[in-house]
T-cell receptor, first 114, second 112 residues
């Protein structure tokens, strides 16, 4: 069983479109995250959700919106996609918002905006 | 947040021991040191975590000097499959609810 699963694995879309990436974890963790990894391999936190509350919202454009229907899911919706949004997006989870508990990552979604 | 500095890349031959050092000069009292491994097309994977002295598990060892301003990840007898990017993270031990940026990491290439 995959602990943290994301769909789709690849996403190619045109500028201006709206798209969503889904994430589910079956670890019973109460905190989930979205990370963005750009071409330079920096892995930067975008959002985290703890008990369905947004507890971190880094300075990302408001075109990006996380949505958590329940503790096991954290979806990422992106409006009006731009070329610069092309990157690999990783979902992760942990027990508690404490990074010392360790993150479990999904396998990533490679988004290409053309 | 404590800033970390790692070498951008390292090369090694199979069977050798690899040591990757991370500098974190402004580490705080409550911070732990955690290392992750990332293979191409995969998310990072937790390897090892420590607070001080030495920690060892089935994958690696982590050496932390008394001043905790650096740490060294040691991979014994590496194989080709250890080719990956290794990230050093330093984080607060309190349940503060924040997450960490991973930075660029160290790209390790193991060759025959």
């Amino acid at each position: 069983d995959t602990a943290v699963s994301q769909t789709p694995k690849y996403l190619v879309t045109q500028m201006g479109n709206d798209k969503s990436i889904k994430c589910e974890q079956n670890l019973g963790h109460d905190t989930m995250y979205w990370y963005k990894q750009d071409s330079k391999k920096f892995l930067k936190i975008m959002f985290s959700y703890n008990n369905k509350e947004l507890i971190i919202n880094e300075t990302v454009p408001n075109r990006f919106s996380p949505k958590s229907p329940d503790k096991a899911h954290l979806n990422l919706h992106i409006n009006s996609l731009e070329l610069g949004d092309s990157a690999v997006y990783f979902c992760a989870s942990s027990q508690g918002g404490n990074p010392n508990y360790g993150y479990t990552f999904g396998s990533g979604t490679r988004l290409t905006v053309v | 947040l404590a800033k970390t500095t790692q070498p951008i890349s390292m090369d090694s031959y199979e069977g050798q021991e690899v040591n990757i050092t991370c500098s974190h000069n402004n580490i705080a009292t409550n911070d732990y040191i955690t290392w992750y491994q990332q293979f191409p097309s995969q998310g990072p994977r937790f390897i090892i975590q420590g607070y001080k002295t030495k920690v060892t598990n089935e994958v690696a060892s982590l050496f932390i000097p008394a001043d905790r301003k650096s740490s060294t990840l040691s991979l014994p007898r590496v194989s080709l499959s250890d080719t990956a990017v290794y990230y050093c993270l330093v984080g607060d031990g309190s349940n503060s609810g924040y997450a960490l940026n991973f930075g660029k990491g160290t790209s390790l290439l193991v060759t025959p």
